[in-house]
């Protein structure tokens, strides 16, 4: 192992910047070279690969997003696009990857780790923190903190006009940020793709805590429940109540990363460099427990089970 | 001048906390009793009136949204509607109003000065900026400031997954705050109602631009100007390239006000209660060039010209 | 149990809101009464309580600070103020006490279990992140991401102006705050007490970096470790280079609470009503492996080992 | 006029990046080539020189700090150390320099169109606020509403410790940000340069709110009026009750500027470009009441008179 090439790919997420730098300096340290490839997996098919020094990641800690960019590559899905790849690869004397993100990312791993000889290592970077065999992915942390504080603002206005405010937030298959934000926001309601949702139910609530006098509501929703603006139009049909609809969108993807995000990044980065070294190959870090966890791709890839009984139901119960 | 009371009505801005807090310890100061009016017109309507003593008003300031809540009162437009809040008026013995809002509370303050023997005078809060007789609303700093962390959130996004983004932010007559941020954000292009917009010229830069490899934009818009979707959905259509819309909506009313606008709130306040015991009526108060303004509603609700061209200019040459 | 008490004690931490809310909210679910005991030990001495019912804790989730307030109390250390403190306990029928708070709290606990019958259940609520049975202490999360905050600023500066800075951080015994930022801020050093350091050494390293020109350094050092300024000294005495020191003060322990901190706050409040239902007494309640995790108090009280030779040779790999 | 140079000196201020962009893109977009030194004056005396092209200033909007670093230049004090600034000028071919910073940058500023041939034109950007010919100095906002945040966050602390904080904030010479925080942050008083000031009375008015059941104070003090430190020592003496500092320092020079201070750089930065190609020499720009204004550096850094007896008065009405 003398050269590695480290790429993101997938929705970025804050922390990327973190992990890059991480990977970077603790591979110069271990006099190992370093390729930064640009656009993901895509930038990787088109050769789009750049040499890393200790200056490359230079003040990046703090700033969100990702300085390699990321990409969505439909050609990689292909063989003969990872086949395209593989000549890159091999053309640039790459002798492991590091790839940051998330699901995709990692699927995208197994393929090159099955069809070729290339190490991949895999270091979990996604808002959604749905990946297995660790309790947090970088991102997820920042990206729930923003949420809160936008949510923090809505409810100063709902309170005021005394209004049903109804905020979509990220998530097409995990419930993970609205749970967070939910319970965090003291939020009156909360729609995940992980549960059943009667929205009926919820409008007889919303009726009756009309009567004793409760009119400001807050309903979170993942976008992957449901539309925002879908069940603000069916509350205002069942209840006649006027509602607003937020949905914060790209803002959750941004932005300067947590303590926390950062921390594992760090963590995390250095751990990925540390596998490659040891000759390991398809495996993804993570933490459980605040110690390094690592696992199979595959088995990071497959569908996480957020419980979430307790938490919806304490979150009932501190409304 | 004995008793005077305080409401505030209409959407509610960061900042109105503070200005509440400056007026009642104001006439507290000048041994005034005061009252707060709850949801604005309607709220004196109802009768719905509490004392208010030194402590009613602690740890307000910092505090988005309002203690004395807000309303939009469809029966304050009627003059049966003002009768009844005149007599309640009476039957509090309330000597003078302090009415905190915008354009609409300020037309309450025009009819009810007109029609009663009620001394009333304006505070200037609203996120739009758009009175005359004043340089800055309070709230409006704040509200740009907010939709500003989120542009700059958003750019994070855009250059790691050079993308098109478009974001619709408040201003249904005003392109305030969209002039604001699309300047402060570094934006490519702002869509106001105060301008005339060709969006197939602007298409023609993003197609060329994209030419030239420049592939990620902000585009602001004020949804007073256009829809965010519609204007994305134009975009996509001639381009053919992938956009991202978000609509900042009610976030950028609430949060902890500026130091500019609980500053200007401060001032206002203790201006407005200093005119009621001057025996002023029918007043809006303001800050120009640093020093206070004192307009008539009637010049205050008029129209306010936005000069675009120059700041315009100078956003596209910055891009 | 019919009725129990709830206080906070010791220094303040963002999310004791949060506990309150949840402590509050559970208990009358649970058809308890609740009374909140104010100023902590003292207040418990005092007779300072109120009924809390479940308006009393709305809108306190987001903010900083405790509404119970806190202090210490040196008559409470004495076995005749606890003997006051039982007294006012029994003539208010509380059968049960949560202590939201530090080790002091917890102390205060084991002597009122001792001496007294009266069930007592502890919620690790300080910004030190320093009891046993918990991997996160209530407001470890915000203090740490505020003082990063603050740390992300100075680097402008640093770099800017291309100076030294010193960055005292709170942690009189305790150097958790400081190793978490100095990793996530990128600082080229840190010290805290539970590592022995080398000022001449780390001067050596400066003045080495000088050479190459490495001229910005953030040196982060924990309260109990060091003063800022001393540290500040010794580097200008030593390497005639000019530095500057930033003490973050109690910054550091205001703020609305992180997301994270919400949420425990919410879980660790529910638990530790459902302890007092069950008839436990003595213990602590806290997390681990986002499991709830319940010791005695004794326990939680011992000396928490920081292990810090892994992370902070990281932090040194990657400056 | 066909190369002009660009430089920043002095204390950074937030908003230094912003106004480096404005003055990079106006000047390219007027056909002028434009260079960036390095490092202030000291830069210029050692040729620390490079070429700024559109991407040199590209994402650097919302940065504090500034890219081109800046630094206090002994040698340029000297008559010799000009001449060989001038020697830089000319080699370089520099036909004008566009000078960011305040005081002291206007100053040399002034030596050197004094001495030689090379048209100067100030943008002022400093914290304080304290150069004439304008209402606002790029930075100031900023640095006043990072100031008031941590105000914020010491507020939580005091009311529920019930202490007194005093807590110093930057202003050498001005009071500007301490008189702003002050009465956006609700404190209880303000020491600045430019009011004489009776602690003991202060003391006094401690000492009776204390029998009121007033216990918890927050006291600004301006750097250059009196050490927070000392300040405090003072009051405990007095009162023989607890008192904390928090000394603010260099954070207040960090963080990303605000909306105004961003757009205030854009004009301006344009404006100065403006005012160099119309052969202007030896000025400096600012805004009054929303327009452009122009004066001499002369006049800029004469003594500006803040005026603080209405707002002191109101700031202690409010409390």
Request: a negative charge; aromatic letters at 4%; glycine letters at 12%.
């Amino acid at each position: 192992m003398k050269r590695i090439g480290v790429l993101t790919s997938g929705g970025d997420a804050p922390g990327m910047n973190a992990a890059i730098r991480s990977i970077v300096r603790c591979a110069l340290h271990e006099k190992l070279e370093v390729v930064g490839v640009l656009r993901g997996y895509d930038g990787l098919i088109n050769e789009e690969i750049r040499t890393m020094d200790h200056a490359s990641v230079s003040n990046i800690i703090n700033r969100g997003g990702t300085i390699l960019k990321t990409a969505r590559s439909a050609e990689f899905m292909t063989r003969e696009g990872r086949k395209r790849a593989m000549d890159v690869i091999r053309k640039n004397k790459i002798d492991g990857l590091v790839l940051i993100g998330g699901d995709g990312t990692y699927r995208g791993g197994i393929a090159l780790t099955e069809e070729f000889e290339i190490p991949c290592i895999g270091v979990p970077c996604t808002i959604d923190n749905d990946l297995n065999g660790t309790e947090a992915t970088i991102g997820s942390d920042t990206a729930v903190n923003t949420a809160l504080e936008a949510i923090d603002k809505i409810r100063d206005t709902a309170t005021s006009m005394e209004r049903i405010f109804v905020v979509e937030v990220m998530g097409r298959e995990s419930g993970f940020i609205a749970m967070q934000v939910a319970v965090g926001g003291g939020a009156e309601d909360v729609l995940i793709p992980e549960r059943k949702f009667d929205v009926e139910e919820m409008c007889h609530d919303i009726v009756e805590g009309n009567i004793r006098g409760k009119i400001s509501w807050i309903i979170i929703v993942a976008e992957g429940a449901a539309k925002g603006e879908a069940i603000a139009r069916q509350i205002t049909d069942f209840t006649s109540l006027e509602t607003r609809v937020v949905v914060l969108g790209h803002v959750q993807r941004g932005g300067s990363p947590t303590a926390q995000d950062r921390i594992l990044a760090a963590r995390l980065g250095a751990e990925a460099v540390g596998l490659l070294l040891k000759g390991e190959s398809g495996k993804a870090v993570g933490v459980v427990s605040d110690e390094i966890n690592i696992v199979d791709f595959e088995f990071a890839v497959r569908k996480k089970i957020l419980e979430t009984d307790k938490i919806y139901n304490l979150m009932k119960i501190l409304t």
